[in-house]
């Protein structure tokens, strides 16, 4: 490639026959040498409208030759929106202030590169404020140190100097206090802000009023020297706290987002893409799309999902499956994108791109969890209602008692008592106590593998006290092989085999592919069936040259007219005892050809993840659609003697329900399509991520890592989210109980003296950041020590 410089450059472009091209970038027509950018790739000149359509063409020029970034658009992400953490029904396009609440919106879904906006605006205005306020303090606050300020300057002009100072910092720095403040006011939903503009308003005006204008107020008010008390200093001071306190909450929250930005960062910013040509390009992830050739060598990251074409290499799928064992991969496998190649080059066929990834829709997860609402946030919007109001009530009654009844000078008590009991109350602790647990919690759960879909789902996992537990697959490996074949009427073992892997092919089914894979182990020619039919619980069926091939359990053995009178015959021989393993029927139009026998493997951590369960108090209740055999094996060999065997998806759905009746409340864990009903049924659903899709759509939360262990884990996060929430909701209500009578000086008589308006501001800041640093220890909450050893 080669190119020449713009006319910016001072070098025009070759000589063309033709006066306009198309801009291969834009679709814009440019004029042949008249000074615009151009490109020779393969023996060809490209104008272009812009440098920026040079850079972006001399990038990856196939990907516009092609036509192909005319489809870039439909799997672009979507435009950023932004969410109020306390309030998340409240979405917007752009940036902005919450209309109910006053704070800053923040970005859905992964974090906004680059610094938070409002925390770079809320620092200046603070370096600002206190900038203007420590003068305001030297002056009001010298004599208390020893300084002769006040003396120096005379009383009246001390107090317009303090004035001038905190103009600047009231007038200025919090501006956005008294804008959101008003907003409150205006859509009738007060709130913190609400207090603060109005405690702070008050002083400063009252402040304003006295210096300018003293002779307003009753002479027994001023001093001997005419002056009036003012509370410049504590307006300052108390916008100065405000922004600290917000500084700290910002800074805070901004690692509730870590878990989400761990993730996105899994995926590699560029792929190598192999042209059709056969040529190889390393382009931006983003020009990535369907259909696409990668090749991904050693050490680097798969780019987006999709399925080997050529070669084979072990992947290591941990950021998905949590299993440090890579996964080998070979032609035909699917990979999924920000997974790790270890050993070999693969190329592969990509099949979803950008916000259709299973990577991207962890993310929309764990975003969507942060967003919602436990049920106990339903009972602090209640309070919180009546709350700023009750406190707005409380100031006046305050201000009106140390006003007519209180000991001189009266109004400099009221207002006092006022402004304080305004400023400590603020309910931005009781407000953030639910969400802050919330967001911390569904972060430390998407590290371990653990996607929690909503805030609901946590606290009923924390009151779920039975468990019913899927067998294939959960508590199994889910990849029976299979260990004998009995022949009925049937030529011989390949023959039966033959039949049932025809009919088999494409299906997903762990008994299916323990069949195909018998078949291909001896090699067996397979063809595939016409009018196939799969029913889920119970079998498939199909035609294989004009036979009728029916492959499934007893139940639709029976009710394909299936002819099972040799079995049973058999069986009664052996005192009526079924195997305990997995019994495959394989019936040729009404006759039995034979029963395929599969075992499948316990999950290591199995036996110690139920026993631990039981311990804490939860019946384990194992469903499976199994035989009765088998299914008493598994649980003798679990330590369970609950169990049932032989069900149907709405056996289990209908199980689930009747215990609800009893006034159970019920989680389920699950992996296959046929669990889908009861996952959905359950008050929670708990998905192994190594199952179905539709497995993971049902349910409430997806165990990623298919560890039974992760169930041990998700419950001891619940329940440690659900006690942090708690704690949250003490330290608010106990905070408020405690400061809201103090502010208004009900320790006076003891003490003789108020608590002053900047303590207030300092308690209402520290109280926001107790409550936001319990909630971060759920990021550092140690649940590892919760598995099933």
């Known amino acids: 490639m ?111 590169d680059g610094p938070n906006p409002e925390l770079v605006d ?53 501006l956005p206090i008294f804008k959101r403040g008003w907003s409150s006011i205006q859509n009738r939903s007060p709130n913190m802000w609400t207090l603060i503009a109005i405690g702070v308003g008050a002083a400063f005006l009252y402040s304003v009023v006295a210096v300018v204008l003293p002779n307003l107020f009753p002479v027994t008010l001023q001093s001997a020297d005419g002056t009036l008390p003012v509370y410049f200093e504590s307006a300052a001071v108390i916008i100065a706290l405000v922004f600290i306190g917000q500084i700290l909450e910002l800074r805070a929250r901004t690692q509730t987002g870590a878990a989400i930005k761990a993730l996105v960062e899994l995926a590699p910013k560029t792929a190598c893409r192999v042209n059709e040509n056969g040529t190889e390009r390393i382009v931006p992830l983003d020009h990535i799309l369907p259909d696409d050739h990668v090749r991904v060598r050693p050490g680097e990251k798969i780019s987006v999902d999709g399925v080997v074409i050529e070669g084979q290499s072990e992947i290591d799928e941990s950021m998905l499956t949590g299993e440090a064992v890579p996964v080998l991969k070979q032609v035909g496998d699917p990979v999924i994108g920000g997974t790790l190649n270890t050993t070999g080059t693969l190329i592969m066929r990509t099949e979803k791109v950008g916000t259709e990834t299973v990577l991207a829709s962890i993310i929309d997860m764990v975003s969507a969890a942060q967003r919602s609402q436990a049920p106990i946030q339903k009972l602090v919007d209640k309070v919180a209602a009546f709350f700023v109001p009750a406190v707005i009530l409380s100031a006046i009654l305050a201000f009106v008692i140390w006003f007519f009844i209180g000991p001189e000078p009266t109004l400099a008590f009221a207002l006092i008592a006022a402004v304080s009991v305004l400023i400590i109350a603020c309910p931005c602790a009781l407000g953030l106590a639910t969400p802050m647990s919330i967001m911390s919690a569904t972060g430390r759960g998407a590290l371990e593998g653990i996607l929690i879909r909503n805030a609901e789902a946590i606290e009923t996992l924390s009151k779920a006290n039975i468990l019913v537990i899927d067998k294939t697959g959960t508590l199994t490996e889910g990849k029976p092989v299979v260990e004998t074949i009995d022949l009925y009427d049937a030529g011989s073992e390949d023959i039966l085999l033959e039949k049932a892997a025809s009919l088999e092919i494409g299906s997903e089914h762990p008994i299916a592919k323990a069949i195909l894979k018998e078949a291909e182990t001896r090699n067996l020619p397979l063809k595939k069936a016409s009018q196939f039919n799969a029913v889920s619980g119970l079998g498939a069926k199909g035609f294989l040259n004009e036979q009728k091939i029916v492959v499934g359990n007893q139940t639709f053995m029976e009710q394909e007219k299936i002819d099972l009178s040799e079995f049973l015959k058999k069986l009664s021989q052996t005192g009526g005892q079924r195997p305990a393993k997995t019994l495959i029927f394989v019936g040729i139009n009404t006759r039995l050809a034979g029963v395929i026998a599969l075992q499948d493997q316990v999950k290591p951590h199995a036996k110690a993840t139920i026993k631990q369960l039981q311990n804490n108090g939860i019946r384990v209740l194992m469903a499976t659609g199994d035989n009765e055999g088998t299914a008493a094996a598994v649980a003798t060999t679990l330590g369970l003697s609950d169990y049932r065997a032989n069900l149907l998806p709405e056996d289990k759905q209908t199980i689930i329900s009747e215990l609800q009746n009893e006034g159970y409340i019920v989680a389920m864990a699950g992996d296959g399509i046929n669990d889908a009903p009861a996952l959905a049924q359950a008050d929670i659903g708990l998905a192994m991520g190594t199952g179905a899709d539709v497995s993971l759509e049902s349910a409430d939360i ?57 303590l207030a501001a300092a308690a209402m800041s520290l109280s926001s950041v107790s409550v936001i640093s319990n909630a971060l220890r759920l990021r550092t909450l140690n649940i590892k020590d919760q598995e099933a050893s």
């Open 122 to 174: 809320f620092t200046r205005r603070f370096l600002i404020a206190v900038a203007f306020t420590i003068p305001i303090l030297i002056i009001a606050m010298g004599p208390m140190l020893g300084l002769p300020v006040k003396n120096l300057l005379g009383p009246k002009v001390s107090s317009w100097a303090e004035m001038l100072f905190s103009v600047p910092v009231v007038l200025w720095a919090g």
């Open 702 to 758: 997806t165990l990623m890592k298919g560890d039974l262990r992760s169930i041990n884990k998700a419950r001891a996060l619940s329940t440690a989210t659900v006690d942090n929430i708690k704690q949250n909701l003490f330290l608010a209500f106990g905070y408020n109980s405690i400061c809201i009578p103090i502010a208004a000086g009900v320790l006076y008589p003891l003490t003789g003296t108020m608590l002053s308006p900047m």
């Open 2 to 112: 080669s190119s020449s410089e713009s006319c910016c450059g001072g070098h025009s472009g070759p000589t063309d026959e033709t006066n306009v091209q198309i801009d291969p970038v834009c679709g814009m027509s440019v004029a042949v040498n008249a000074g615009k950018p151009f490109l020779s790739f393969e023996g060809k000149d490209f104008h272009f409208c812009s440098n920026g359509c040079h850079d972006k063409f001399d990038i990856d020029p196939e990907f516009y030759l092609t036509g192909r970034h005319k489809l870039k658009a439909q799997y672009a992400p979507k435009a950023a929106q932004y969410t109020c953490p306390m309030h998340p029904e409240i979405i917007r396009d752009e940036f902005t202030d919450c209309p109910l609440c006053g704070m800053a919106l923040e970005p859905i879904g992964a974090p906004v």
